[in-house]
C-alpha cells in the first residue's frame, strides 16, 4: 500500500511553510468576513 500523504519534513522549508498557510490564510478571511458582515448588520 502506497502512502500519498504529504510528507512536511522532507523537501524546501518553504513549501512546507506555504502547504500549512493556505488553509490557514482562508480560514482568516472567512473569520475577517464574518466580523465585517456581523458589524455592518449590527451598527444599522
Not at 15 to 27: L, Y
Request: hydrophobic content about 50%; glycine content about 12%; overall charge neutral.
Amino acid at each position: 500500500m502506497q502512502d500519498d500523504t504529504p510528507k512536511l519534513t522532507k523537501g524546501p522549508p518553504s513549501k512546507a511553510i506555504v502547504t500549512m498557510m493556505v488553509p490557514m490564510v482562508i480560514g482568516l478571511i472567512v473569520i475577517i468576513g464574518n466580523g465585517l458582515v456581523d458589524a455592518y448588520f449590527i451598527g444599522q
